[in-house]
């Protein structure tokens, strides 16, 4: 894995690879990849890493990439702290001029459960460190790139809140849908600002308007097109 990754940085003159992983489950891997080497400027490896792409899974994780010293010189992970791999890889990404993206799987990850289920250790994590994190990356890109770039994170940091209330809700934790409705009420000036920005899909926002309007109506129609429109849509 680390051979290919280093040859393609020397290849390409990058400064750091990415590769895609194999999904372990219980019963079954998935996988992906048509073996590609794809050259990317900052600006394309920040955009895919905060938005997603269908092609391209360049996770947070630093399992899954080569990193060149100057990038991380210095960079250490805190003690006791979980989902440190954001700040470690935000950072080195808004530092980068070049990288490579490897279209293949190398790295076998493992996951012992599929979907999401909040119980009070999630609830920690995801308050105590992830959340933090994740405005701390928003900072991060906002200082080191640009406010555009930055505003892009801000977008898709809210997107995942609104995920992560509605998983909050199907597994009945009161805690955590409370303290998320709040995280977002927060927010809601700074993201009315982007999401007027023109940078928002239609979509994003009348979920992200109804849910202000009303929680449990939001809930509703995204259990609705959950399981009628995308069956639909296949």
């Not at 990404?93 to 459960?113: G, P, S, T």
Request: glycine share 6%; proline share 3%.
């Amino acid at each position: 894995m680390y051979e290919r990754m280093h040859q393609a940085c020397a290849a390409h003159g990058a400064q750091l690879a990415v590769c895609r992983y194999f999904c372990e489950y219980k019963d079954h891997t998935v996988a992906g990849g048509g073996g590609s080497v794809v050259p990317l400027s900052r600006e394309a490896l920040l955009e895919i890493y905060i938005s997603g792409h269908e092609e391209y899974v360049i996770y947070n994780s630093v399992w899954s990439k080569l990193f060149h010293r100057d990038l991380v010189s210095g960079a250490l992970f805190p003690k006791g702290r979980n989902s440190e791999d954001i700040m470690y890889t935000t950072r080195a990404f808004c530092k980068v001029e070049r990288a490579v993206y490897l279209d293949q799987c190398f790295y076998h990850y493992v996951l012992d459960r599929e979907g999401s289920i909040m119980n009070e250790a999630d609830n920690k994590r995801m308050f105590d460190d992830e959340i933090p994190f994740w405005r701390e990356h928003i900072a991060c890109i906002r200082q080191m790139v640009s406010p555009q770039m930055a505003d892009l994170a801000g977008y898709h940091f809210q997107r995942r809140l609104l995920f992560y209330y509605i998983d909050a809700r199907n597994a009945k934790n009161k805690e955590a849908v409370s303290r998320l409705a709040a995280e977002m009420k927060a927010d809601k000036a700074e993201m009315d600002r982007i999401y007027d920005s023109g940078i928002v899909s239609r979509g994003d926002r009348m979920r992200r308007k109804l849910f202000f309007l009303s929680p449990s109506a939001y809930a509703i129609v995204v259990w609705l097109y959950d399981r009628i429109v995308i069956p639909l849509r296949h």
